[in-house]
């Protein structure tokens, strides 16, 4: 069982940076390949990026490729997302994801409950 829990999403203005931080409970964290997922109103749950476990591979879309970037402190149990030059189409719900293998679909076995981005224009 791997409990996820998002932090350090906020208002910020277009153009500006946030960083996502998502700890993890339990010691086998090391093993998981670790996702980030938004959700914005009325929209379905899209795909932001990805990392393997040991952090060699990283997987973007493309609508925030160059601009975000995903990585991982295994010695610390978190994954971040650093969020750069953001747009008011990145405004949305980010949650992280856990699971055994990298996905860019939503099929990761534990979720996080989500922090809340809001970027003004």
């Known amino acids: 069982q791997v409990q996820l829990v998002e932090s350090g999403g906020g208002l910020v203005q277009a153009g500006g940076s946030l960083r996502l931080s998502c700890a993890a409970s339990?010691?086998?964290?090391?093993?998981?390949?670790m996702g980030w997922f938004r959700q914005a109103p009325e929209k379905e749950r899209e795909f932001v990026a990805a990392?393997?476990?040991?952090?060699?591979?990283?997987y973007y879309a493309d609508s925030v490729k160059g601009r975000f970037t995903i990585s991982r402190d295994n010695a610390k149990n978190t994954v971040y997302l650093q969020m750069n030059s953001l747009k008011p189409e990145d405004t949305a719900v980010y949650y992280c994801?856990?699971?055994?293998?990298?996905?860019?679909?939503?099929?990761?076995?534990?979720w996080g409950q989500g922090t809340q981005v809001t970027v003004s224009s």
């Open positions: 994801a856990a699971g055994p293998m990298v996905e860019v679909t939503a099929n990761y076995d534990y």
């Open positions: 339990g010691r086998t964290f090391s093993s998981y390949a």
């Open positions: 990392i393997s476990a040991s952090g060699r591979n990283r």
